[in-house]
């Protein structure tokens, strides 16, 4: 049995090394272009240390001693990778409450799914039959769904504005939900089509029925929607179709063709200036904006180049983003938080180790939350110099800690 002091030697040494390798060649790469790199692939060569660290993090959680144990470990994936596939889950639905409070929920759609609370570094169980939650873009409006109704209430644990029973709705699972701003409409996302909700009716505003085909479904795979900040605009879209602008009441003003493979992800500029959409191939993937003066009678070409659009990014396939006043922080496949400006402009990349689930950020800009597919969620604190030398990324981004929602664990982790 190696000890303690050795464990720690080897883990802070390879990964010191690791992580300024991989810092070196990402940026060679993003100066001189990835065919010109003729270097090996760094490895990280700490995975038979993984079962040592484990133990040591829950022996640190048990003993109330998890400060010192980051001091002396600074964390990485490498430790909890091999028990991923049986444990990792999505952290999803981030939402900010206020001060250093979140919401959020664990699981897809198709999974069982528990909400929680962090507040600061607490964490409390919400209600188990909460499943899915939202946040409206302006006005602090919550969305809450169980498998009966849809709520929308004024802050979080505030006065209920109104309540939407079910139909169509009340056996499909929820991919994610968006209250509109005044709380009197939801915008719906499932795998069985995209909805607005009123207390009148349930609409599917995607995908368009054809009617000439009379065993036409409305199954959909990667389906993602947004809503502008002003709620004049809704953005639909899936593997199978282009994206689409709609206006408030889901009536098509324009559609944009994916760049890569498949539409995938969409989000709108924190002043409504812009629209981003990306589109997907494997892990890969194209991001381009669209100026809100072409959201009407907008025709983007699959495919092509266009004085439509500006090409955001051209690497991420997006799983998850926001934006901030000054540019865009997008969530990608391989595991990097990057930030992105509206003319494409790379601010800087920050790598948590596995596909990014959801994030959200304080309003005042200052803390962001990042869920993963690993089942870790990360509180970083933005503008303040990095922790330790094993970070891997170029801004100035200092995690407080990670907390680790493990299927069949009986404790939260944290690190």
Known sequence: MNSIESIQKEWNEKGEKYAREINEMVEFGEKNGWENWKGDD?????????????????????????????????????AYFSILKEKGQSIEQLHFIDNQKIIFITGSAFQKRQAYILDNDKVVTLDENILA??????????????????????????????????????????????????????????????YIINTN??????????????????????????????NKYIVVGDQ???????????????????QSEYPHFCLFAKDDSQLITNSCHFYNGITIGINSD??????IEA??????????????????????????????????IKAIDRNGNKIWRHYLGSSISGMTISDDETILWVGSYSGALHKIILDKPVRDKHTIGNGNLYETFRLFFWKDEPQIWKW
């Open 303 to 336: 495919y092509s180049e266009s004085d439509d659009f500006t090409n955001i990014d051209e690497e991420m396939r997006v799983y998850a983003g926001l934006a901030t006043k000054d540019y865009y922080i997008l969530g990608d496949a391989y595991g990097y």
């Open 294 to 299: 072409k959201f009407v009678g907008a025709q």
């Open 201 to 230: 009716s349930e609409v599917m505003i995607h995908p368009v029925p054809d009617e000439n085909d009379d065993e036409w479904e409305s199954y959909l795979a990667m389906e993602n929607a947004t809503l502008s900040h002003d």
């Open 133 to 194: 939650f939202g946040k409206s873009n302006l006005h602090n409006i919550f969305a809450i769904a169980t498998k009966e109704k849809i709520t929308t209430i004024s802050g979080w644990e505030g006065e209920k504005i109104n309540e939407f029973k079910l139909d169509k709705l009340k056996n499909i699972d929820i991919s994610y939900l968006i209250p509109f701003n005044n709380g009197n409409k939801v915008l719906v996302v499932t795998s069985e089509g995209i």
């Open 42 to 78: 760094p490895q990280d060569l700490r995975e038979h240390l993984s079962e040592n660290i484990l133990q040591l993090l829950k022996e640190a959680n048990l003993n109330n001693t998890v400060s010192t144990f980051r001091e002396q470990f600074a964390p990485s994936d490498t």
């Open 240 to 258: 199978d179709f282009n994206h689409r602008i709609l206006d408030s009441e889901g009536n098509q003003i324009g559609t944009i063709g994916p």
